[in-house]
């Protein structure tokens, strides 16, 4: 049996660790910890799991192995076509565009539309493989959005999850994509489709109505898709009728972090980063992807014309880290040149030899250098102009359980449905982006009291709602949604944690 017995199953376009050649050519696992990856450890290993995944690195075939926690990691093949079709074409030129409401131009392409049809087969062909008779599948994010719908097709007997981590669009904007059909059918071969907020759950129940042949009724848009939020969220209150006759339940399931493993910075790291920075009054942070659609050089143009304006204090330092993402799509190059441009622009108007007021790194840097970041700066910037969540702001408020600092979020990332607290902002609005982090300046100088008070509310949402809760949360609606539509009772997968 060995690879086919596995009970719970997770499918996501990469594997939680990375391959890497060792010297003498033998392969090399780096763990990548992330919250998904902490938050589904321990389901996976208390039921002989399996994560199935591209191991990052085109063209590699690594046999599947075991972690030491006796889960088994089970890789899938990319070829650089498929790398170049699949992942940068068809999910990252054209789905992801069309998802964040069309900040840059989606393009269609029907080579690279045959190349995520044959990709989708081959994650749903891995997982058909490893999953035992009547597993639980877990299906990750927008580039397999036809493994449900195949899957179900190969193996009626698995319990099919989806989950969305982008946001999902308005009809009008889904109904540009010319296989529109094929992907809500395939997205209905789950028995749970989940997203982060109740807005992206409405727009694709509205779809599920609308396109043709996808759908049958659905049973109304009901005043709320989440309940508020304690501890046991039961997220599933609207149901669609597949084509195949199945009801699919679609809920809002808003992810959030680990907030246990959130490293904690010795405070004398904090002190040397601030006298690295040349003991600034004012720190601002800003850590993303390096995508356009996070709004970094909007955010570096506010800050300039606050400089300009002479708004802030004299001494005040912008860190932004900028990870490397997706470098050979072309969008991706234009907007690196572009921040590298204002950084160069910014630093030579205002910085001074030893002391530049934009200090801009385009690495990854390690969790435990991240954790210093986050609690050296006095206000944090997340101005995406679309997120389905945005990670980087619970963490900030994870990492300020004091109350201390100041979160300016864009109004279009998720999180700023459970962060009201947070000094708001229009991202496409310069002057509004010029205004929240004034404020939030002036706050912590002049109202301190209530930029605490603010930073405090923030802290215990993240506390109280961890990731821990998003996982528990779907897979206990999964495991009834199962149950219900086949009349059986299955254990909830994340009660054997
Ligand atoms: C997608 C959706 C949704 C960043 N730089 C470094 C680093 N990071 C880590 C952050 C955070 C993660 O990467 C970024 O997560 P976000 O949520 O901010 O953004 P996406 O990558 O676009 O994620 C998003 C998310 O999925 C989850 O569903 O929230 O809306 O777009 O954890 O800390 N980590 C390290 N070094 C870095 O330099 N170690």
């Not at 449900?148 to 319990?159: A, N, S, V």
Request: with cysteine; glycine share 8%.
């Amino acid at each position: 049996m060995g690879e086919s017995n596995n009970n719970f199953v997770v499918v996501a376009n990469r594997l939680p660790v990375d391959m890497q050649r060792a010297e003498d050519g033998s392969p090399r696992w780096v763990p990548s910890p992330g919250g998904l990856v902490s938050a589904l450890s321990p389901v996976l290993e208390s039921h002989e799991g399996c994560w199935v995944g591209w191991p990052g690195v085109i063209d590699e075939s690594p046999e599947p192995f075991r972690t030491e926690a006796d889960v088994l990691l089970y890789p899938v093949t990319l070829s650089a076509e498929d790398y170049r079709d699949f992942y940068e074409g068809f999910s990252n030129a054209t789905l992801w565009p069309l998802y964040h409401d069309l900040i840059v131009t989606p393009e269609f392409h029907r080579e690279w539309w045959a190349a995520y049809r044959e990709v989708n087969l081959k994650f749903a062909q891995a997982v058909a493989h490893v999953a035992a008779e009547g597993a639980t599948v877990w299906v990750q994010d927008y580039q397999l959005q036809l493994v449900p719908g195949i899957l179900r097709q190969m193996r009626p007997d698995l319990t099919i999850g989806f989950f969305l981590h982008i946001p999902f669009p308005s009809p009008d904007l889904f109904r540009q994509l010319p296989w529109r059909e094929e992907v809500m059918r395939g997205l209905l071969g789950a028995d749970i489709i989940g997203f982060h907020l109740e807005d992206n759950a409405r727009n694709f129940l509205t779809l599920a109505a609308q396109v043709s042949g996808s759908a049958g009724t659905h049973t109304g848009l009901p005043d709320t898709l989440r309940t508020s939020g304690e501890v046991s969220t039961r997220a599933i209150t609207a149901h669609v009728t597949a084509p195949d006759g199945r009801e699919v339940g679609v809920g809002a399931f808003p992810i959030s972090i680990d907030v246990a493993s959130v490293p904690r910075p010795e405070p004398q790291a904090v002190t040397t980063l601030r006298h690295d920075l040349g003991d600034p009054d004012l720190i601002l942070l800003g850590v993303d992807r390096l995508d356009y659609t996070k709004g970094i050089l909007q955010r570096l143009r506010a800050y300039e014309e606050l400089l300009a304006g002479g708004a802030l204090p004299p001494k005040t330092v912008f860190l932004q880290i900028a990870t490397p993402s997706r470098e050979r799509i072309e969008h991706y190059r234009r907007t690196r040149s572009r921040v590298e441009e204002a950084v160069g622009r910014i630093n030579g108007q205002y910085g001074t030899p030893g002391r530049p007021v934009v200090e801009y790194l385009h690495r990854s840097v390690p969790k435990s250098t991240l954790a210093t970041y986050y609690a050296a700066a006095d206000i944090m910037l997340v101005t995406p102009f679309k997120d389905g969540m945005n990670l980087v702001a619970k963490e900030y408020a994870a990492a300020h359980p004091s109350g201390s600092g100041a979160l300016v979020l864009s109004e279009f990332a998720g999180a700023a449905e459970e962060f009201p607290e947070a000094y708001l902002c229009n991202p496409f609005d310069l002057e509004a982006i010029k205004r929240s982090i004034h404020r939030a300046a002036t706050d912590l100088r002049t109202a301190p009291d209530d930029a605490r008070a603010r930073m405090t509310t923030m802290h215990r949402q993240v506390q109280e709602h961890d990731v821990n809760l998003w996982a528990q949360s779907f897979l206990d609606s999964l495991a009834e949604a199962h149950a219900a539509s086949t009349g059986s009772s299955s254990r909830p997968a994340s009660e054997a944690r």
